[in-house]
């Protein structure tokens, strides 16, 4: 790690459970950064947290965090840092939870989601981390594939990461050939760890795609991740 960071540029944080992935229904402290290298904008769905992502606050490590959020943590609920893309500022996250962990003495249970176009760093790949969550993007993201794809990243979080799963939005039939063609049949992530999510950022939306994407991983046994915060607040996010 280079120059010495004291702040993180955080957009939110709220307590709640995690919604999504292979810790979905476990209570978590959500750290949300700003920035993304993405704009999803494609066809059947577009990214739910740009409103929020796309403002950040400069705030000092010892500001990031009240004291309750610190007691969940220190009982067990996961620190979930996302985004936008939160390796964006991969330095400064691993200075924050060095300084985490000498001001209060634990470390967290650790789970960071990113959309795996970004190689993640020595000090975030070989340990502190305990959960990755992949959201690499098919081609439904608006996204070109040189833009959405980094092979080198997705196969050093493949290598190197604890417990990585690849969360795969899901939004029709489609999507499915594309993510053999380009990501399974290719080898470039390990089946075994995908699981596909429906695509949806309301209830409704959800009741169309859930059925598509339920029959997908009943036909190629592929796990299935629902949108939990979706089927219990609908729209309202920070919940
Ligand atoms: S990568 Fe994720 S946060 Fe970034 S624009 Fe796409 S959906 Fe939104």
């Given at each position: 790690m280079g120059n010495v960071k004291t702040s993180l540029i955080v957009s939110e944080v709220f307590y709640s459970?995690?919604?999504?992935?292979?810790?979905?229904g476990i209570s978590a402290v959500f750290l949300r950064l700003a920035g993304c290298n993405l704009l999803c904008s494609g066809v059947?769905?577009?990214?739910?947290?740009i409103e929020v992502w796309k403002k950040g606050r400069h705030t000092y490590f010892q500001d990031v965090l009240p004291v309750e959020y610190i007691q969940h943590l220190e009982n067990g609920a996961h620190l979930v840092i996302t985004g936008g893309e939160p390796l964006l500022h991969q330095e400064a996250i691993g200075q924050y939870l060095v300084w985490f962990m000498s001001v209060h003495n634990f470390k967290p249970i650790i789970e960071i989601e990113t959309n795996g176009t970004i190689v993640p760093e020595w000090y975030l790949s070989t340990?502190?981390?305990?959960y990755w969550n992949v959201s690499f993007k098919l081609s439904t993201s608006g996204e070109p594939y040189e833009k959405r794809v980094n092979e080198l990243a997705l196969t050093t979080i493949g290598r190197d990461c604890n417990n990585v799963s690849y969360k795969v939005v899901i939004s029709r039939e489609e999507d499915i050939l594309e993510l053999f063609k380009d990501f399974l049949d290719t080898k470039?992530?390990?089946?075994?760890k995908v699981m596909l999510m429906p695509a949806g950022s309301t209830q409704d939306e959800l009741t169309v795609t859930r059925p598509i994407v339920v029959e997908a991983c009943k036909a190629f046994n592929l796990g299935y991740t629902d949108r939990l915060h979706i089927v219990i607040w609908n729209k309202k996010t920070g919940v």
């Open positions: 459970i995690q919604g999504e992935g292979q810790c979905a059947g769905w577009v990214c739910d947290t340990g502190v981390v305990n470039l992530i390990d089946e075994s």
